[in-house]
């Protein structure tokens, strides 16, 4: 089946540095995006999202970045801090399962690990 | 206020015996799921209520069933637990479509 899956599992950065995570899928219907963020022991708790006709979306410190021409998807954090430490899903969805529901597939994570 | 609020946080069981989980979103969101997240972090979904209807049912064993009292509370009730169905379990509830999931803080299942 089609799914969404990351280039690398951990990623390592100094304080200050800006990180870069990435997230291939391979959905050609995929046309909207979140990433999420999830620290130990709680839940993801949603940082940005994006649809398909845009190609960059900004946050507080968070810039996504959308590639459909070949179905890559980044979430860029500026100025990183070690609370950003924690895992990162990427999640698609195309499909829209019946009134108010939709389902998310989710990516397989990438650790961030911020050195002090 | 907790948005999704999940009970209990941590379930230690033996083999063969029945447990339930609760959810409860205080969102005023229409639609809720769960999801299982495996030893590697993968987050996978297993059931969708929209209104008290069940949406979406992914090939989940039927040992576990899903029951919604009120489009509020979600809750999981699993029969004849395998040490396989060790796994943090998720709450998760939306508004409109393509809204963005809130999640729960986690269920961790352990079976022994």
């Known amino acids: 089946g089609e799914s969404v899956g990351l280039h690398l599992p951990t990623l390592s950065v100094q304080e200050g540095d800006n990180s870069i995570i990435n997230c291939a899928y391979s959905?050609?219907?995929?046309?909207?995006f979140i990433w999420y963020k999830q620290e130990s022991g709680k839940g993801p708790q949603f940082i940005i999202d994006i649809r398909s006709n845009m190609d960059k979306r900004q946050g507080q410190r968070v810039t996504v970045l959308l590639n459909k021409t070949v179905k890559h998807l980044s979430l860029q954090i500026a100025a990183t801090q070690p609370g950003d430490s924690a895992v990162y899903f990427c999640a698609e969805t195309a499909t829209y399962s019946g009134a108010g529901s939709y389902q998310l597939t989710f990516g397989k994570g990438t650790k961030l690990s911020v050195i002090p | 206020d907790t948005a999704v609020s999940q009970t209990p946080k941590y379930l230690v069981t033996q083999m063969g015996n029945d447990k339930s989980i609760k959810c409860e979103q205080n969102l005023g969101h229409d639609t809720m799921y769960w999801y299982k997240q495996d030893s590697k972090k993968f987050l996978k979904i297993m059931f969708s209520y929209n209104n008290k209807e069940l949406i979406i049912n992914e090939t989940v064993p039927n040992r576990f069933s899903p029951k919604s009292p009120d489009k509020a509370h979600l809750n999981l009730h699993i029969n004849s637990l395998e040490l396989g169905d060790s796994a943090v379990y998720f709450c998760?509830?939306?508004?409109?479509?393509?809204?963005?999931?809130?999640f729960g803080s986690g269920t961790r299942l352990t079976v022994v």
């Open positions: 998760a509830s939306s508004q409109v479509f393509r809204s963005g999931y809130t």
């Open positions: 959905n050609s219907a995929s046309d909207y």
